[in-house]
């Protein structure tokens, strides 16, 4: 009969036709049985004002919540309703995202692993995770009666009565109450380290939540002060440990700079205990990486990685290295505690048993270790990186690895063939195209630069570009931007580039088929490849790798190699590398059908080009000039020497008798 404006702005009606609307089709269907019963109530009990909530539906269809208030009254002679209509929408929001945020609190101390408690400003406790929750069940009820019904502020009062012993929380509980008002007024988590409770030692922490919660949990570390206590109290008892530990261990001061270290670690690396300390520890890493060291200065755990550490002699040796920082009773960081287990002969050993040497590139030759510790140093800078070898060799595994080992490791790892694309496409599948660049482009299209965004980008056989490709690739090194095809609106990009080569690229400058500028932008870090034929004593290792592959492509059974064939195999140049070798193997091991792989199942080339590779060498006659080259090479060992010449070395021994050089 009567409507305000407000209400008219809440349903979206005009006046008249809200004179025309039955009051209860404006209530949600779920509502209106209610409704309509609070009404009928009203008007035959003519009660006082009632509150009640419901939900509205608007002229636009949108269902809102109100909170009614009805009267019964008189209007104009009748009896009638007057009704007080509030838009509670947002309340119902509001409550509903606390809902929602006080279950995300609830799972989120659940997932803690330590006694962890949700507490409200004025010291309520919320809500408590499982471990809290058994850590009070035993020292009384508190716990077990509801922690939301205690005031935390009472909490050592009511557990010296619930418990005969009277343990109190903390040895100081008001200090505690100050550190979490401090946290809350100051908005930034608080610390108490120490702290005697429940018959240990605990750090405690208070975390603002928000304006009027925190998070107080604590951390047992009875044990890990006890065994710093010792250390600290008695410095024969800790030699006599160290010294008997089967790790080495290091000793840092903060600066990283070598205070202490045990009998093992002495042993391990092959320099006195006198010779180590006052050095620093990153000069024995041999890639310099602390990264383990600075997270154990924030973190109260061992942190684990692996390093390779250099011997006295220069040799490497393959270590995996537990770090924990040493802080005082304060929590200052003093140093670090720094543990050593030599694990090369183990590495040495699954690589053999498993064909796999380092980031799935396979070697055990000194030239692979010595590529396997280049990628190690190049993968932590940002410089870019020319890949040379044969073609074959495994310049992409190389790239790969460089990009695993790298900070863009997440990012992606996007190659490009650059001799397989025609020179119509190259430029489009490098930087894009935007629709209707050329016939063809139907639509926007990105490029392997714009791909590789944040990643590493691999451009092999960058030998093979014209000039005019040389050209744009050089803009997009120097200033790291470039337009699509077609398009006028420079993209920058951050990326990392990494190209290969099996051409002499210096040759190809001189004869104007490379530029220069471009080469000295690509080749800020050259990286080669050795070749199969540098590296003979990886092929049992190869060819063990593909037999296994080979038999797991077939599900049949892995067979074996005869000496004679691994002997054919090493006596090849192999020209095209580690690519020919895996096609070798994969057909030997078809036509072996899992049976040792003989000389007969090899390609009739392999075994020809051995075989007077191999009568070639016995024919040629030894002279003093080649004996002296072998005996410089081999540091005077004629074992190796004669190895080296093909010959045996009792021919070695005769022909020295006979010049009368036997010294």
């Known amino acids: 009969m009567f409507s305000n404006p407000a209400l008219r702005k809440i349903v979206g009606l005009t006046e008249e036709e809200v004179l025309e609307t039955n009051y209860f089709d404006l209530v949600d269907p779920r509502d209106r049985g209610a409704v309509r019963r609070k009404a009928i109530g009203l008007m035959k009990a003519r009660s006082s004002p009632d509150g009640f909530e419901f939900r509205m539906v608007t002229a636009t269809g949108e269902i809102r919540w109100m909170h009614l208030l009805a009267t019964a009254i008189y209007y104009q002679g009748k009896p009638a309703i007057l009704a007080n209509i509030l838009d509670i929408q947002e309340r119902k929001q509001a409550e509903k995202l606390q809902r929602e945020r006080s279950r995300l609190q609830k799972t989120l101390i659940d997932t803690l692993p330590y006694p962890a408690m949700l507490v409200r400003r004025d010291r309520i406790i919320l809500a408590a995770n499982l471990p809290a929750l058994n850590l009070g069940a035993r020292i009384g009820d508190f716990c077990n009666n509801g922690f939301g ?44 380290k120490e702290m005697e409770a429940f018959g240990g030692i605990w750090d405690l922490f208070w975390i603002p939540v928000d304006q009027e919660t925190y998070l107080h949990y604590g951390i047992d570390v009875t044990e890990q002060r006890r065994i710093e206590r010792t250390v600290r109290n008695s410095e024969e008892r ?4 160290t010294d008997t530990m089967n790790d080495g261990l290091s000793i840092q ?21 006198m010779e180590l300390i006052g050095r620093p520890l990153a000069d024995l890493l041999f890639d310099r990486d602390e990264s383990a060291i600075d997270t154990a200065s924030v973190q109260s755990k061992f942190t684990t990685s692996t390093a390779f550490l250099h011997h006295k002699d220069g040799h490497m040796i393959d270590v995996s290295v537990k770090i924990e920082s040493l802080r005082d009773d304060h929590g200052n960081l003093k140093g670090h505690f720094a543990f050593f287990s030599d694990v090369t002969e183990l590495n040495r050993l699954r690589r053999h048993s498993s064909s796999h040497g380092f980031e799935n590139i396979i070697g055990d030759d000194v030239s692979m270790r010595r590529l396997f510790a280049d990628i190690i140093d190049v993968a932590t800078c940002e410089f870019p990186v020319l890949i040379q070898g044969e073609t074959g060799a495994g310049k992409e595994l190389v790239a790969q690895a460089i990009h695993k080992r790298s900070q863009r490791k997440d990012q992606m790892f996007v190659p490009v063939h650059c001799a397989a694309l025609p020179e119509g496409l190259l430029e489009s599948e490098l930087f894009g195209h935007v629709k209707g660049a050329f016939t063809g482009a139907i639509r926007d299209k990105k490029g392997r630069f714009e791909l590789a965004h944040g990643g590493t980008i691999f451009l092999d056989e960058i030998g093979e570009l014209s000039i005019a490709m040389q050209v744009k690739l050089l803009r997009i090194l120097q200033e790291g931007i470039f337009e699509r095809v077609g398009d006028h609106h420079t993209t920058h990009v951050d990326v990392r580039v990494v190209s290969a080569t099996n051409k ?34 990886d092929i049992f ?23 004679e064939t691994l002997r054919l195999l090493r006596s090849y140049d192999w020209p095209g590398n580690v690519r020919e070798l895996k096609n070798v193997i994969y057909s030997a091991s078809v036509k072996s059908k899992g049976n040792p792989i003989q000389p007969r199942h090899l390609p009739a080339a392999i075994v020809s080009r051995s075989t007077h590779s191999t009568h070639r060498r016995r024919r040629r006659k030894l002279d003093h000039a080649r004996l002296q080259d072998a005996l410089r090479r081999t540091g005077g060992n004629k074992r190796q020497a004669a190895r080296l010449l093909g010959v045996h070395r009792s021919t070695l021994y005769r022909f020295l008798a006979a010049t009368g050089r036997e010294d």
């Open 149 to 192: 019904r205690h005031a935390i502020g009472s909490v050592s009062a009511e557990l010296v009565q619930c418990n005969a012993a009277g343990t109190a929380f903390t040895k100081n509980i008001k200090c505690g109450f100050c550190l979490a008002d401090q946290a809350m007024e100051t908005k930034k988590p608080q610390v108490s």
């Open 253 to 273: 001061n903060r600066a990283g700079i070598i205070t202490q270290v045990n009998r093992r670690f002495c042993d391990l690396i092959g320099f006195t205990r």
């Open 504 to 537: 002499d690229l210096e040759r190809e400058m001189t004869e104007g088929r490379f530029r220069r500028d471009l080469y000295y932008r690509l080749c800020v870090i050259p990286i080669l490849v050795p070749p199969l034929r540098k590296r003979k004593h």
């Open 238 to 241: 800790y030699r006599l440990i």
């Open 541 to 563: 290792l190869l060819a063990d790798h593909f037999i296994s592959s080979a038999a797991n492509h077939s599900a049949g059974r892995k067979p074996n190699i005869s000496n």
